[in-house]
């Protein structure tokens, strides 16, 4: 059972990624559209204005909470997008009507939305470290704390969304479920990420065990909620 | 068997018997309950009242409903086709899900014409009717126990229509039962062995075709 739906979901993964293949979407559209975000930023925090007392410009302090903003609203996009393609030509019923158990459906998903992520999430650091000034001070904690972050975001973003997949008003409602769900990930990827950049000592390393917490967390709950969420129960 | 969308009762008082080899034909006007009821023996939606078997499945059980999901084929409106994939990716990707043997999706492929050309172009250039046939070509490799078909001519051009009717009546020869819901009263008698007619939510034989 477990193998076929690990089989189920690693052909739902490289489906996805064929179509992202054939459509450039992250490409063309996501990844510009986290450039764009950072520039804005650049554009409304003044680069030259300094922490007072400190050595670092307020863009380059801010700038953890700036890229996990960037990476949260980017995340609405890639997921709504990983859920348009099924829902476009009844692709959803189709899939459960081909015996795939919820569960795999929901699982590959999240995997394809995280390793969109981390495209991302490595186009925009490059960008952040350029533009923003920023040094990494522990590169190893930094790793951890995008990584728990990122499957985190993935596996709740997949989780919240597909309560509104298929349905009218999905694009206004699932930001309106998402975004409040995920401000204890914002505030913990912020304090952790600040703590691996300039060793902030704000907690940072608390929040990066609190991280892979809500990373078990919501891949558990997309594992056991799937049937839930996707079938008619 | 009863079922419930948005607070109605989309299909109350379904009462009916399948049998193998047999073409069954659902009809009835729009909103009648006959895609419900499609959905309900694919093991989609949720029985609220009554008792329901298919294929030895309980309809009220949940391990059972996904069960039996794997052992029906279900055509409805949509295609559930990826339209940036190409006819022959998306065969490949379903016939995956499907665990069907290499040889039958060739056939299928064969059989629908999708073998040559056809095969690399992406699904969203395509026309209705040959969308329909690249359907229809997943549903044959997958060789179900139960077909499920709802208005199965619809977009298809005459060769396309006896094309379905031939597919129909092998499936039933080779021990499927057909289900199909159609407006289609003046090509249907002769398709299938039974008429169901199917009004406000309510199932009732109409007699042998």
Redesign the interface.
């Known amino acids: 059972m477990i193998a076929a739906v690990a089989g ?1 979901a690693a ?1 739902i993964v490289a ?1 996805d990624l ?2 992202e293949r ?2 450039g979407v992250i490409t063309t559209q996501i990844l510009p559209f986290g450039i764009v975000m950072l520039l804005l930023f650049g554009f409304g925090v003044d680069p030259a204005l300094q922490v007072r007392g400190g050595d670092r410009s307020v863009l380059a302090e801010v700038a953890p909470g700036l890229f996990w903003i960037t990476v949260l609203l980017a995340l609405l996009l890639v997921v709504g997008r990983a859920f348009a ?1 099924e829902s ?4 959803l ?9 919820p569960a795999a459906i929901l699982g590959g998903k999240a995997v394809v939305v995280a390793a969109e992520l981390v495209v991302l999430e490595l186009v925009v650091g490059a960008g952040a470290v350029l533009m923003f000034d920023v040094t990494i001070g522990d590169p190893l904690h930094l790793v951890v704390v995008m990584v728990s972050t990122t499957v985190a975001l993935a596996g709740a973003g997949t989780l919240f969304l597909a309560v509104v997949a298929g349905q009218r008003g999905r694009d206004t409602l699932g930001p309106l479920l998402v975004l409040p769900a995920m401000a204890p990930v914002l505030i913990g990827a912020t304090a952790a990420a600040g703590d691996a950049l300039y060793g902030a000592g704000s907690g940072g390393i608390a929040w990066t065990w609190a991280l892979v917490a809500f990373a078990l967390l919501y891949s558990v709950a997309g594992i056991v909620g799937a ?1 839930a969420l996707l ?3 | 068997m009863v079922c419930v969308l948005g607070g109605f009762p989309a299909l109350a008082g379904a009462d009916l018997d399948l049998h193998a080899n047999e073409v069954a034909w659902l009809r009835g006007p729009n909103g009648a309950g006959k895609t419900t009821l499609l959905r309900l023996l694919a093991g989609l939606g949720a029985m609220r009242r009554g008792r329901a078997e298919v294929l030895g499945a309980d309809l009220s059980v949940l391990g059972d409903r996904r069960w039996l999901r794997g052992q029906v084929g279900l055509l409805g409106h949509a295609t559930f086709l990826y339209e940036d994939l190409t006819v022959g990716q998306n065969l490949e990707f379903w016939a995956g899900l499907h665990r069907a043997d290499p040889v039958d999706v060739e056939a299928a492929a064969r059989r629908f014409g999708l073998d040559g050309r056809l095969g690399d172009v992406p699904v969203g250039s395509l026309s209705a009717g040959q969308r329909r046939r690249t359907s229809l070509a997943v549903l044959v490799a997958r060789r179900p126990r139960l077909w499920l078909l709802d208005e199965p001519h619809a977009g298809l051009d005459a060769e396309g229509r006896a094309m379905v009717d031939r597919l129909i009546a092998d499936a039933s020869g080779a021990g499927a039962t057909v289900v199909v819901a159609s407006h289609d009263a003046d090509h249907m008698p002769a398709v299938a062995d039974r008429t169901l007619d199917v009004i406000g939510g309510t199932v009732t034989e109409a007699g042998a075709s």
């Open positions: 189920d052909r489906k064929r179509i054939a459509t393609v476009d030509d009844g692709s019923d189709a899939l459960l009507v081909a015996g795939v158990h049937g079938e008619d129960v």
